[in-house]
């Protein structure tokens, strides 16, 4: 009790102390309160809606079994590439145990139907020669449509990390988002998935070409390299590619690989110009010492055999001693 | 990993009790204890799980009955404030006052699941390589409860709740970083016109009603869903099915802000579908030495006088040295009984069950 006593004592004080600072400080700030009627329940809420749905079946949305010939591709879907082997499994299991899940389409005023979603089951239905799949129809525009695609495919499925750097650029540019933050919050990921899915988009073009035809090539943390080796090697996007080509028939290969295979053609063209020795002569014009640079180190060749290599080793090393005081 | 056992004075730490009772019951309940071997006392050494198991004993024996069932949030808008924490605390803290918890990861970064010990990056092969327990794995998580997940058919609550202190201790519904799929399913919805909104308060209604054999959770007194930063559909849908949200707010940072949203997202919930949880404001980072500490609590309670829960959590860098040690797998309530952010943390648990009504 007695503890209380103080501790409202010594807020109170507080409360004097900040009472002059806190009415600046709130000045303009709007605090929004909570509501404060009662909320209903948990059963009410539901018991609502279920009632609400009931009245909304408007036939806007069901589901059919329609002709697989008439189910066009969407325009707007993502995925550049279907991988065949999955496409196959999708085909067994779909004969093993039937569709579980509707495809979800719309229907265009020709009376033919688009995807919005199932591009992978609709081939792998066609793959295994059915006719009809089990579809949910829905009314949507276009604008709703495109994001529907878009968005539909980026939850479902493993989309590669370009496929979805170019989804998420789209969906900037279309307007539904303005930005990182809006498109993670719309695709459900977080913003650094974001931002390194959209980094592929931003190297070359002559990598975003074998990206178009080889998407799952590699992902974004290959891609830091070779923005890496973009910068390193400005000159160099003939080798770097050649690099990255070399991936399309060996797939074991990384990152690491095509740093040392850059490196290896870059560093060994560019050195054999540049490394001349420097002479050092004599007033006589003798030379006395070659010094030249080879990768870290610093070859120092001693030419006359009468000068003492450790009196030159001390000055080297005293030389550096003050290089490194000096920048400290 | 071999967890530390417990001597006889942490578990009436634990339990709220005395050291004498703690012996007394553990005898009557008939739970087998080790005993410390050697030639020294045979001193009882307590695992956790028989911590948690003495805990419903005297729950049993007591013939505590909760008043009600609760379903809460924790949320802030805010990262970093202590929503994990609080969650993982008071989901351990609960159940040893003997209330059944169940404790829902709603965040696919994974820090609550973690913190019980779960390794959301853990493949069967390579638990299986390293010797590490299959069920260190996370498996499935609470998005493949849910209708939107469209996989070919829902998994058996069982094998996706974990039990990281045995069956008397708290349930969890662990998370993985394919949870944040379940938010796009939801803006898929929303664009097909279908209302995803109440998707989380329909499984929640039936399942503590027992509606659905497979999905019961008829048998939990507390429900808590530790959810992300993120403003996102997951959160609202959590926000709306309870009945309570609990905000951590840092009193290291000025949160007036994050609170404030958080009263306009009820509001908004409350003018659109009536229903909405009750605010409950959490101070953590406390630090009553602070002017600007004091500052802000200062503002918070004239403006939230309602919402203000009256215990506060003090900054501690306990906190931090439970993460980084062996006992990583247990929250800092019981890796650390006696230490002063436990009282408080306790303090807080008896606070908010008070406050809800529950006992
Ligand atoms: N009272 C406290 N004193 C000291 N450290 C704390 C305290 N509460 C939480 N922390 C530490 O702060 C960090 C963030 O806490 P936590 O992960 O619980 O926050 P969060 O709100 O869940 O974060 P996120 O928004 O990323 O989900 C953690 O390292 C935690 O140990
Ligand atoms: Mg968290």
């Given at each position: 009790m007695n503890q209380k006593k103080t501790e409202a004592e010594f807020n109170d004080e507080l409360r004097r102390k900040f009472q002059q600072d806190m009415a600046t400080k709130n000045n303009g700030m709007v605090m929004t309160k909570p509501p404060s009627t009662n909320s209903k329940s948990l059963e009410a809420l539901i018991e609502d809606t279920q009632n609400a749905q009931l009245v909304n079946q408007d036939g806007n949305n069901y589901i059919e079994t329609i002709a697989v010939n008439l189910v066009d591709d969407s325009p707007w879907q993502p995925r550049s590439r279907y991988d065949e082997g999955y496409i196959q499994a999708l085909g067994e299991m779909l004969q093993d145990r039937g569709q579980d899940d509707p495809i979800i389409v719309r229907k265009l005023p020709t009376g033919r139907f688009e995807l919005i979603a199932g591009h992978r089951r609709v081939r792998a239905a066609r793959l295994i020669g059915w006719s009809t799949i089990k579809a949910q129809i829905v009314v949507l525009n276009d604008r709703d449509a495109e994001l529907a695609t878009l968005v539909s495919n980026e939850g479902r499925v493993d989309l590669t990390d370009y496929e979805k750097g170019l989804a998420y650029r789209k969906s900037v540019d279309r307007g539904f988002a303005k930005n990182q933050t809006e498109v993670a919050r719309l695709f459900g990921c977080t913003q650094a998935r974001v931002s390194q899915c959209l980094s592929l988009l931003s190297l070359p073009l002559e990598v975003k070409d074998i990206l178009d035809k080889y998407p799952g090539l590699f992902g974004y943390r290959y891609g830091v390299v070779v923005s890496d080796l973009m910068k390193e090697f400005p000159l160099g996007i003939d080798t770097i590619t050649q690099g990255i080509e070399q991936l399309i028939d060996n797939n074991e290969l990384n990152s690491d690989d095509l740093r040392s295979f850059v490196e290896r053609a870059l560093l060994n063209r560019s050195r054999s110009p540049i490394v001349k020795p420097t002479i050092v002569s004599n007033l006589q014009g003798d030379s006395m010492f070659t010094v030249k640079i080879k990768n870290n180190q610093i070859v120092i060749d001693i030419?006359?055999?009468?000068?003492d290599k450790n009196v030159v080793n001390s000055l080297m090393i005293d030389a550096l001693r003050n290089l490194v005081l000096s920048n400290q | 990993m071999e967890r530390k056992p417990f001597k006889v004075q942490a578990v009436a730490n634990l339990l709220g009790t005395t050291v004498d009772s703690i012996r007394r019951d553990t005898d009557e309940s008939g739970i087998l204890i080790q005993r410390q071997t050697g030639d020294g006392p045979k001193t009882r050494l307590f695992s956790i799980e028989n911590i948690f198991e003495l805990a419903r004993f005297r729950a049993k024996k007591i013939g505590l009955t909760p008043k009600r069932k609760v379903i809460m949030t924790i949320y802030a808008p805010k990262g970093g404030v202590g929503k994990t924490t609080v969650a993982s605390n008071l989901s351990t803290l609960f159940p040893l006052m003997g209330l059944k918890t169940l404790v829902i990861d709603l965040d696919f970064q994974a820090n609550l699941s973690m913190s019980f010990g779960y390794d959301a990056e853990l493949t069967h092969e390579q638990a299986l390589d390293d010797n590490?327990?299959?069920?260190?794995?996370?498996?499935?998580?609470?998005?493949?409860?849910?209708?939107?997940?469209?996989?070919s058919s829902t998994p058996p609550l069982n094998d996706v709740i974990k039990k990281p202190f045995g069956e008397f201790g708290p349930h969890l519904i662990p998370s993985e970083v394919s949870l944040d799929r379940l938010e796009a399913l939801f803006t898929l919805d929303t664009i097909m016109g279908k209302n995803p909104e109440t998707t989380i308060a329909k499984f929640l209604y039936e399942g503590m009603n027992g509606t659905n054999p497979d999905l019961d959770l008829s048998s939990y007194d507390v429900i808590l869903f530790d959810a992300p930063p993120a403003k996102n559909q997951t959160t609202r849908g959590a926000l709306l099915a309870s009945d309570y949200v609990v905000a951590p707010v840092s009193m290291e940072r000025y949160s007036t802000k994050s609170v404030s949203y958080l009263a306009k997202v009820l509001g908004e919930m409350e003018s659109s579908l009536g229903k909405y949880p009750e605010l409950l404001i959490l101070g953590n980072f406390y630090d009553k030495t602070r002017l600007r500490v004091a500052a802000q609590v200062i503002t918070l309670v004239n403006q939230y006088k309602d919402s203000w829960v009256d215990k506060s959590i003090s900054s501690s860098e306990e906190f931090k040295k439970v993460l980084s040690s062996e006992d990583y797998e247990l929250p800092l309530a019981v890796a650390k009984p006696s230490s002063n952010a436990s009282v408080e943390l306790r303090a807080v648990a008896q606070a908010l069950v008070g406050r809800m009504g529950v006992l």
């Open positions: 030419k006359d055999e009468n000068i | 590490i327990p299959i069920d260190k794995c996370i498996d499935y998580h609470f998005g493949h409860l849910m209708p939107q997940w469209q996989a």
